[in-house]
């Protein structure tokens, strides 16, 4: 199957590629043949590899030319004008044969890269599924213990251990990486540049970390941290590096780091050191890579990943790392370290071949099961290994191997073991560790992700990669909990595994990716299925001749148009393929025709109403004018598609308080007039002319409005305010105006002034517990419901900003916005001064974002499954059609697929998402994504290609759905009990036979648990007692419409420790637990909605002044919302790192200092979500425990 | 005869009253037998020059339910310093401040000459005057542009002290803020929606708990007429912010679709105005001037639907029951007219368009509230510009020529009952004993509310002798009438006007020919056409009709001299002689004729006729004709189709119209351009003439006429074509003869058809 899906694919994909991608490519060719191969190489894993791996390997060196296709690609798809040519595909058809090639390549990459490709693509991984006693180890800790316990003492005292591993070794493991990885992935474009610094920064990070992280420990900690820290850092590092992993990942790598040369620009501090650092750390690996070393950490995961590596690696790094290693030892006994020791050679020898080998043949299916054992090896040897979900159980028995690297770090050594036994408790180390998994990701993600191939899993969120479309959506627009569908209900049942996708149509790309095309189909309009309407898209196939094309999704045959009649190839493809994105990409638009258009009119431009309250608190909180100095000059910045041009989109003012005023501000006016509607009861628009105008016509008159809107009120008393006729009035005034728009109101309090839509105040924490509970997240009476139908039905689309100094009934109020597909942004107890930035920064990206109006998106499938269920802010007036009244750039919609048939595995599973829209130009026009998946009849082939990320997307928006028909507590169980299943499920189908006490993790799922337990805490579904019941409604909304990589953060927030900070990478990230906190250390974490920087109570001066140009600990003003500006290296540094999180995020995140030991940590130990929450949350090491409880109950 | 005529002259001049009978039958039976009711037109506040107020209150009855004022007739013990009340005989004490009354020294009420007396009251804090423009912005261009100047001019009209108030409305109703400095605000009503007064003043931030206005600006409890100075606002003031707003107004921005009418919420700004006067000025003088430039087309009080194709209802509708929105318009501007009534506020309605407004179903808000009613084309016109000037004309004191919030109450002796009035005011439901059970006009109450008044505000009064037929009344007794009218001058001064009256009964059998000689045949030809034109408002054309045609020959068959059929011996006597005319052009006259008369302009003439004086009102029914020729003076010819001579320039006056027609051969002499000529200076002069005439006339009237220059043969002859008495038709054309006159195309009967036709039914034996 793989096999000749790759073929396929590669080969139509291939020419075109080279069209699209060249320009990117050009440099990388030489080296690039790296990062491709380890793509492919997943593929190739998969397939009982071997075959493909030989020549795979040969390929290697050709691989080049693979790479050379897709960058034809690239061009092709660029933006820079080559664009649409259609003749590059031709050119780049020679390409393709290294199409193949790059497959091959792959594949020998993959095996040398690959270490973290493995992991992803599952079959190694999976194979290697850790299976570790643990649980019962926890449970019992005793029985499994002969080698658990050798173990956990390692990792419970390695936990603090670790954590300052992870960090270090990570960094430098990144670092280590990216000259492989993120030099070819980063060739490409900025993306690359990006990447490759986060990861310098490790290096130099992880000694510091590690010395952090002993400290915050424990006692124990202090104890190795004093000492060993150091020591061990160093000598780990190097050691772990040295090996194994480095070598296998790099060994691939080296060609890409000789690409990467070219490319040194991105990282130009990599290349010259890292491309050496591979290499020697290839050959020599240990001693080289001493910057490596760091990766060894992940130990926990790697075994798994590893395992080819590893073998060797292990012997070697033992070696080398001897000092580590009480552990190693011991791991390498309970591990099946024959099996490694295999692969050790190899790799040693051809880190790349010999990965693939291990792979090949426990690839396919279950090898993983058994292979676990020979994860562990692995897991020694390098660090990498962790990633795989071995984790679990070899966690144990590799961490011994890990231990030597991890323990490595000598720090460890010696106090861990002592306190662990002690506490008979699992060791956090030896649990499958996000950090891991999601920099092996990184280090194996180190060529630009291309879409071509079916049912091949994209790199994970956190990952820095670039998208090249070869016919399938590029991750950034869809993302699926499966790439690999059970081909029946039943299987889909058995397994539990949730089929969805998370799209998010409008998600901006990054520079260097190419927006979709535009296509135009004349006045006929979009070319589509006679029957199920299906959109012209890659799955059409043509007959006869070119006369008809056979829809993929229902089969039914449909004439082609005159007009649109091309000839077919002798492989069956037409002729202008690469000419039409519609025929050869997964993401184009098309120009709908007044068709597609509300009343057969073509749209009017969209307009933006401004309402802001005027009440007291509004006034005297200075959000009046603030929003008012802010509009005059983001007014400026409405969105607009070609930035030559000025904006259509039109504005008008509103503001209110009890009664609303609407401002007439047509530009033949020497004033603004005010015109006050006290009917609130029955809301209407008193004017329509000069009310909604145009900007730059109007701008004196605007000017003058704004300037004296916050006078006028200056002295207002009125408090209490109205909010649905405040909706109304604007959704009154699209109407007239016959158009769509949307709203951005500013809200302050609860509307208690008569008038529809008048709340009470409802807040009674008495509920909360109780079955009434769900009642909170409901709205009151049905006012708003109906509200917010009518808004749909007008592409209203409502933005609410809240200023609450009390209980304002956000579940209420966001209504409206959570259907209309708008946002909420909530900003308890304002304060001008510490709030004013954060609101700004959010004002602005939301009125400057790419919105689309007035959408429909309708998903399509093949036969066999349906789009079933759907999550996210929107309206549905039918079963079918997801209605949006706005849509923007950082709306995303889970839609969940349920099968109604069988599907096959030749043709896989489509799915087609089209969203009809209106541009803020006022454009009609359709968005298509399409998506294909493949199919299997095996579970084990759908336990190896799941993302667990998305799959927590689901789980999260299922269950915060859930909450306002259930009780928590149920929600809680259901989702407790389905990840109980599915992991059940893959234990008994797919994992070799072992003893029942072993907890056995599908590679790809391996976090499952861990992110499972983070939405199992959250506020919404586990509320602490500081908890308001608008701060769980706003969440709940709030959730709704993320996206993958910011559930995922949310979810599991990013911890960085700061210690050296690198000018091109970042540390790497730690574990959120307290554990891995130094007390010497400061941390930075962000959540995407929080920024913490959390400074340790005994932190370092040099620190202090670097960052803070303060002496002492209590010198530190932890009200500042901004860090001082001060001139070294350290602090410009930080300060670009936090700039560069919060573009990241779509909504800016401001700034907490958290001293330690002060009240605000609280708030912070809140999202060390790894530990017991205060609220009564699970641990990590306790819910792992729990869930294998769970499953063994299932099993049983 | 001359005596009376002196007498009722004698009387007008100094009470402004006028009776149709000046000798008063002294049964009930005999006075129904005289046909014409003894019945009046009062004019409450007639210019009185001479007649200074005086500077205190007035001594009333102390009796509770008589309440009469202190007047002439009442008899005097001058040293026991009491007086009888002459309705009640209640005797009264002068109150303390009399106590230095003697024969020698009387308080001027009770001198003779003071029948008409007027007090001014301290009482209550003076308010001053307030205007409130309600103005129509789906105009054209021009018409807005003229409008907005005459509206800027006004002001400086204004008293400073007076405040003024805008409410524009289109599709929207806006209500200007006033006081504000920067942002121009306004308060928003849609155009739809009925409004209850709280709820509009509630959403304007009037009551009480809606403290934090606007601005949020403390509105101490006491001061809720502050906060309504959002709205309203000295003159003096505002003058330029007003100005500016004025000028900046613009044409109502909603677009208004090809074959529709703009929507135009009438009714809802009314509400709207009408709920802000009541809320902050309740019982003072108060203005609301509303001016539109076409028919109500959305909300309450919509007349007509926005659809072009749908024309507004004319008669014709209205008989075939086809006007969908009239009644209830019509009943909802009544709600309204009736409120603002009860507070004293009178509504102003000033409706220029081609088309019909909607005056017919708008007019009781002036009717009932005293307000003006004028109609034009366009407001670009002098008739609009001048006549709203007018408005604010000033008397030789320089007060306003208007008051306000007036309440007339009626005090009759015992054998005499108020039936009723027919004039621009409202019943205050007063039931005392002096009211009859028999209702003539707006019956029922000893007591009426006029909110507008004006000095030439005219008001029918309807009387019943209710005294029987067996119990004579003493001879020499007299039969008294007494005026009381409390108002508010234009200077801001509560006044009462007292008019107290007297006349002789007389026994009807013995003394007929006094009675027929005291007969005010014009006073009575207007009273019975109030009563008429009352009927038409609710009863049909014709029936009216009947109902006239059966009282004039009833008057005929009392007062005329014949032998039982023989109509030629039929003769009247010199007291009745004209009334017959009257009631023949009255029966011509638009008042009753709705023919070639839109149902806006029925009720436009309809509302003037009964509200102005008795001269005004006649020259409406029997409108002047004057002759100008060559051969002597300017002279009054009879209103008559033969009239109408090729050399002779007619000058003819309906109240309404003013036009100039020249005959046809002074025609063709003013095409042929003599009076440009040095020696047809003559010519030139006589074509002066008639235009400086015309001129003195535009100059007093109110509102002003039509103007209009015609000729022989002109288009717009038919306004003098279609007055004049159709003598000759072209039926009868060749039986009189040429040079007599003009023909008049049309089957209406002439004045001598319709005089033997009277005559042959009065003497007919058969009725």
Known sequence: MNVNQHTPMASPYGQPQPGYGQPGYPPLDGGYPAPYAPYNGPASAYQPGVPPQGPARGPPTSAPPPVSAPQQYNQYSHSLGDVQNGPPPMTQAPPRPAGSQPYNQGAANLTGAHPSYPQHYGPPPTMEQVTNQMT??????????????????????????????????????????????????????????????????????????????????????????????????????????????????????????????????????????????????????????????????PPSSQPGSFPPPGPPPTSAPSGQYPTPMPHQQQPPTTQPSPYHPGPPPLRAQMPPTSNHLPPGPQGPSCPPGPLGPLQQPPSPQTGYPPQQNGAFGQVRSPQPGYAGPYPGQPNYGAPAPAPAPAQKRLDPDSIPSPIQVIEDDKVKTTEPFTTGVRGQAPPLVTTNFQVKDQGNASPRFIRCTAYNMPCTSDMAKQSQVPLAAVIKPLATLPPDETPPYLVDHGESGPIRCNRCKAYMCPYMQFIEGGRRFQCSFCNCVTEVPPHYFQHLDHTGKRVDCYERPELSLGTYEFLATVDYCKNNKPPQPPAFIFL??????????????????????????????????????????????????????????????????????????????????????????????????????????????????????????????????????????????????????????????TDKEKSLFQPQGGFYNNLAKDCVAQGCCVDLFLFPNQYVDVATLGVVPVSTGGSIYKYTYFQAQTDQERFLNDLRRDVQKPVGFDAVMRVRTSTGIRATDFFGSFYMSNTTDVELAGLDCDKAVTVEFKHDDKLSEETGALMQCAVLYTSCSGQRRLRIHNMAVNCCSQLADLYRNCETDTIINYFAKYAFR????????????????????????????????????????????????????????????????????????????????????????????????????????????????????????????????????????????????????????????????????????FSQRLREIIDSFRAQRSRYMKLMVVKQEDRTELIFKHFLVEDKSASGGASYVDFLCHMHKEIRQLLS | MSTYQEFIQQNEDRDGVRFSWNLWPSSRLEATRLVVPVSCLLTPLKERPNLPPVQYEPVVCSRANCKAVLNPLCQVDFRAKIWACNFCFQRNPFPPSYAGISEMNQPAELMPQFSTIEYIVQRGPSAPLIFLYVVDTCLEEEDLQALKESLQMSLSLLPPNALVGLITFGRMVQVHELSCEGIAKSYVFRGTKDLSSKQIQEMLGLTKPAVSGQQGRPVAPQDAAAASCKFLQPVHRVDMNLTDLLGELQKDPWPVPQGKRPLRSTGVALSVAVGLLEGTFPNTGARVMLFIGGPPTQGPGMVVGDELKTPIRSWHDIQKDNARHLKKATKYYEALANRSAANGHSVDIYACALDQTGLLEMKCLSNITGGHIVMGDSFNTSLFKQTFQRVFSKDYNGDFRMAFGGVLEIKTSRELKVCGAIGPCVSLHSKGACVSENEMGIGGTSQWKVCGLNPSTTLGIYFEVVNQHNAPIPQGGRGAVQFITQY?????????????????????????????????????????????????????????????????????????????????????????????????????????????????????????????????????????????????????????????????????????????????????????????????????????????????????????????????????????????????????????????????????????????HLKKLAVSSST
Not at chain 1, 213 to 225: C, E, G, I, M
Not at chain 1, 713 to 732: C, H, K, M, N, S
């Open chain 1, 136 to 297: 019962r180890m926890q449970v019992t800790s005793g029985p499994p213990t002969p080698a658990g316990p050798g173990y956990a003492p390692p990792q419970s005292s390695q936990p603090p251990i670790s954590t300052s591993y992870q960090a270090a070794p990570q960094p430098s493991y990144t670092q280590a990486p990216p000259p492989v990885s993120s030099t070819p992935t980063q060739p490409p474009s900025s993306g690359g540049p990006a990447a490759p610094q986060q990861y310098f920064a490790g290096p130099p990070p992880p000694s510091q970390q590690q010395f952090a992280s002993s400290l915050p420990p424990t006692s124990q900690q202090q104890f190795t941290s004093s000492v060993p820290p150091p020591p061990s850092q160093q000598t780990f590092p190097p050691s772990s590096f040295s090996g194994p992993i480095p070598p296998p990942s790099r060994a691939p790598a080296p060609p890409a780091s000789q690409s990467q040369q070219p490319f040194p620009t991105p990282q130009p501090p990599f290349s010259s050191a890292p491309p050496p650092v591979n290499q020697s750390g290839f050959a020599a690996g240990p001693p080289a890579q001493s910057s490596f070393p760091p990766q060894p950490p």
């Open chain 1, 612 to 769: 802001i309250d005027v009440s007291y608190n509004a006034v005297k909180s200075g959000m009046v004018s603030i929003v008012c100095h802010e509009l005059k000059s983001l007014l400026d910045h409405l969105p607009r598609e070609n930035p030559e041009m000025d904006s259509v989109v039109r504005v008008g003012f509103v503001t209110y308080n009890k009664v609303l005023h609407f401002y007439n501000v047509k530009a033949s006016l020497a004033q603004p007039q005010m015109l006050v509607v006290s009917d609130v009861s029955d809301m209407f628009v008193p004017l329509l002319d000069g009310f909604l105008v145009n900007v730059n016509e109007s701008r004196q008159v605007i000017e003058s409005l704004l300037d004296q809107i916050p006078e006028m009120f200056a002295d207002t008393r009125e408090t209490e305010t109205v909010f649905g006729p405040v909706i109304q009035a604007g959704l009154e005034a699209l109407k007239a105006a016959d158009c769509a728009g949307k709203l951005f109101v500013f809200h302050t309090s609860l509307p208690i002034a008569e008038a529809p839509g008048k709340l009470k105040n409802r807040e009674d924490k008495k509920l909360i517990g």
């Open chain 1, 962 to 1129: 859930g909450v306002l028909n259930s009780h928590t507590k149920a929600v809680r169980d259901t989702l407790v009990n389905q990840c109980a299943q599915i992991l059940a499920c893959y234990r008994k189908n797919c994992a070799s036979p072992s003893s029942a006490g072993q907890l056995i993790l599908p590679e790809c799922m391996k976090l499952l648990p861990v992110y499972l337990n983070c939405v199992l805490k959250s506020d919404v579904l586990m509320p602490g007692a500081d908890v308001s019941l608008d701060d769980r409604a706003y969440l709940r909304q709030l959730i709704s419409c993320m996206d993958v990589a910011e559930t995922h953060v949310f979810f599991y927030p990013r911890l960085l420790p700061l210690v050296k900070l690198d000018s091109s990478s970042l540390p790497m990230a730690v574990r959120d637990s307290e554990e891995r906190l130094s007390k010497g250390g400061v941390y930075l974490m962000e959540t995407g909605l929080h920024l913490f920087l959390w400074v340790g109570a005994s932190v370092q001066q040099e620190l202090l002044l670097n960052i803070f140009g303060t002496q002492s600990f209590s010198q530190i003003d932890s009200s500042m919302t901004s860090l001082p500006v001060l001139n070294n290296p």
């Open chain 2, 488 to 756: 508010q001058h234009s200077n801001t001064q509560r006044r009462i006007r007292v008019t107290t009256i007297a006349r002789n009964w007389a026994d009807a059998q013995s003394q007929i020919q006094h009675i027929e000689s005291s007969f005010d045949q014009e006073a009575a030809a207007v009273l019975m056409a109030r009563l008429g034109v009352f009927r038409a408002e609710s009863e049909e054309g014709p029936d009216v009709l009947r109902w006239l045609d059966r009282q004039l020959i009833r008057l005929c068959q009392k007062f005329g001299q014949f032998n039982k059929d023989d109509p030629t011996s039929f003769k009247l006597s010199e007291s009745l002689s004209l009334y017959p005319q009257f009631m023949f052009h009255l029966r011509r006259s638009p008042f009753l004729q709705v023919f070639n008369n839109s149902p806006d302009e029925s009720s436009y003439y309809r509302h003037h006729f009964v509200r102005q004086d008795l001269t005004q009102s006649l020259i409406m029914v029997q409108p002047i004709l004057y002759s100008y020729s060559f051969y002597g003076p300017p002279e009054p010819v009879l209103l008559d189709s033969s009239s109408i001579l090729p050399d002779r320039i007619l000058l003819m006056d309906t109240f309404f119209q003013l036009v100039i027609y020249h005959g046809e051969t002074i025609a063709q002499w003013r095409k042929a351009g003599y009076q440009e000529m040095a020696e047809y200076e003559n010519f030139k002069q006589l074509l002066q003439a008639p235009l400086d005439d015309a001129q003195e006339i535009l100059q007093t009237r109110f509102p002003m006429p039509r103007y209009i220059d015609t000729e022989h043969g002109g288009s717009q002859a038919r306004f003098l074509l279609s007055k004049v008495n159709p003598s000759q038709t072209h039926n009868n054309l060749y039986a009189w003869g040429q040079e007599t006159g003009a023909p008049i195309l049309t089957d209406d009967v002439s004045l001598q058809v319709f005089m033997d």
